[in-house]
């Protein structure tokens, strides 16, 4: 088990930048498979970015070229930077990690056993 322990969530105006950070506490990232999930008032939780231990990333449609996802195994920390938000980006997102070096279904939440608390992101028009 890890507990993740996310920050970096404001509320800004759309075309803006703004960058995640998720650290784990108790245990060592470099075996972990992390992601970025969010989940927006009334909707679903949905996958947004997916770093596995190789360093293969995977996105939703609707962040690529916008959204990064990286990981520091040095210091067990993962980074979703985001740039050029849009209101439709408006949600909680949470860090969410799984002990494999790879799994499956890379932005599906059943993956993942590992959740954080959220951070709220808001983006204004």
């Known amino acids: 088990q890890v507990q993740l322990v996310e920050s970096g969530g404001a509320s800004v105006q759309a075309g803006s930048s703004l960058s995640l950070s998720c650290v784990g506490l108790?245990?060592?990232?470099?075996?972990?498979?992390l992601a970025w999930f969010r989940q927006a008032p009334g909707r679903e939780r949905e996958g947004v970015a997916s770093i596995d231990t190789f360093g293969h990333t995977t996105y939703a449609d609707s962040v690529e070229g916008r959204f990064t996802i990286s990981r520091d195994n040095a210091v067990d920390s993962l980074t979703l930077q985001m740039d050029n938000l849009k209101p439709g980006d408006t949600a909680v997102y949470f860090c969410a990690a799984e002990e494999k070096e790879w799994v499956p279904g890379h932005l599906k939440d059943y993956e993942y056993d590992n959740w954080g608390q959220g951070t709220q992101v808001a983006v204004s028009s």
């Open positions: 108790g245990n060592t990232f470099s075996k972990w498979s």
